[in-house]
């Protein structure tokens, strides 16, 4: 890392921490990184009806791109609802700018061009299949992303070439019916003893034990501020997990089957809604390998750590489901990230930031020069 950058990257990691915008309202994020990109020489492309940027460097073929997911969460800390970078896109960002700014300074010539992917709602599993329909990957050879790992998984300092995340499914549902006087019990169905039945129906779901998997209820709304009113309708969402596609579509027929055997035996209407996918990793075992040479290169053999099977998932995998001729694999970077991602007060070695710059350069030259080899 040229000590001359280390300041200005780690600046832009502290200004996007400090502006989170949550999922397809990224629109001062867009505006800032689309006024740096064009100031570093890129050629920029922005979308009519979502946010997002795109800059290119560089000329020809092979094309290879990175991408940094923009979103931050809405979540509550300290009492209060807001927008978090509690996942780390703040840093993704800072990283793949970084990567510019140093290939910028690089003496080395680019074979060919470098695209940087910024891409929203991340967070909703719908980001990366907009960027999809927008053709922005349909001429690239290859595509790396990164992400903050966990103390758990491994320390910071290290690096893994790959992430095997699993497949994730958001569902949101309503229980409709009506209210009643709370003296009358007899006069509906209480929507939140329906609401406790649903919460065991989904606890007792299971699939193939050698496969890591889960579902579970993540919000339950019903009622009012009348405490004398039975609430007849509730509004719910449901988090399925599975590190393959096909158990995921196990755990959603099961779901399905528990929702219209309640609706029998309580005689309401329950709806389900499928609000977002993000399906199970599919990696390419040519962007790994150059992805593991680098780490090497980088920060030496013995901070290398073995590919990573998670079970989060990412919608970065739907780049390589929707277009499989795409050579993908994405960077875990290690930074003793804690106590886990998601909490609200989340908090990482910001010097990790830097480790993974370093990196990403020198797998994009690395892949551009093998290219012309």
Excluded at 15 to 23: L, M, N, R, V
Excluded at 154 to 162: E, L, M, Q
Excluded at 255 to 263: D, G, N
Aim: contains cysteine; aromatic residues 6%.
């Amino acid at each position: 890392m040229n000590h001359t950058l280390k300041n200005p990257i780690l600046d832009l990691f502290h200004h996007f921490h400090s502006h989170p915008e949550t999922s397809w309202h990224e629109v001062e994020t867009t505006a800032y990184i689309t006024n740096l990109l064009k100031e570093n020489g890129c050629r920029v492309r922005t979308f009519a009806d979502c946010t997002g940027v795109v800059g290119d460097i560089g000329a020809g073929e092979p094309v290879v791109a990175i991408r940094a997911d923009m979103d931050a969460l809405w979540q509550e800390v300290d009492g209060d609802f807001q927008g978090n970078h509690s996942c780390g896109h703040d840093a993704h960002m800072a990283v793949v700018l970084g990567t510019l700014l140093t290939i910028k300074q690089s003496d080395q010539p680019l074979n060919g061009t470098v695209r940087f992917i910024f891409q929203p709602a991340e967070e909703k599993g719908t980001g990366a299949l907009k960027m999809v329909d927008e053709q922005v990957v349909d001429d690239v050879d290859y595509l790396y992303g990164v992400h903050l790992r966990p103390i758990q998984e491994i320390p910071h300092g290290t690096a893994s070439p790959s992430l095997y995340h699993g497949a994730a499914r958001f569902i949101s549902g309503k229980i409709k019916g009506e209210d009643a006087h709370g003296a009358r019990p007899h006069l509906n169905t209480n929507a939140i003893d329906i609401g406790a039945a649903l919460v065991n129906r989904v606890n007792s779901i299971h699939q193939d034990p050698m496969i890591p998997h889960s579902a579970k209820l993540t919000s339950f709304h019903a009622g009012g501020e009348s405490a004398n009113i039975i609430p007849g309708s509730a509004q719910f969402s449901i988090d399925l997990r599975a590190q393959s596609n096909e158990v995921m579509e196990g755990l959603t027929a099961q779901l399905e089957k528990s929702v219209r055997t309640l609706e029998e035996d309580y005689g309401v209407t329950i709806e389900l809604q499928r609000q977002a996918d993000v399906a199970a990793a599919v990696v390419h075992p040519e962007a790994q390998s150059l992805m593991e040479k680098t780490i090497i290169s980088v920060l030496g053999s013995e901070q290398y750590r073995a590919p990573l099977v998670t079970t989060g998932g990412d919608d970065f995998h739907f780049y390589t489901i929707k277009r499989p001729e795409l050579k993908a694999t994405m960077l875990g970077l290690g930074c003793d990230l804690e106590p886990g991602l998601h909490h609200p007060h989340m908090s990482f070695n910001h010097e990790a930031i830097l480790n993974g710059v370093d990196i990403l350069t020198d797998v994009i030259l690395r892949t551009l020069n093998k290219e012309r080899d």
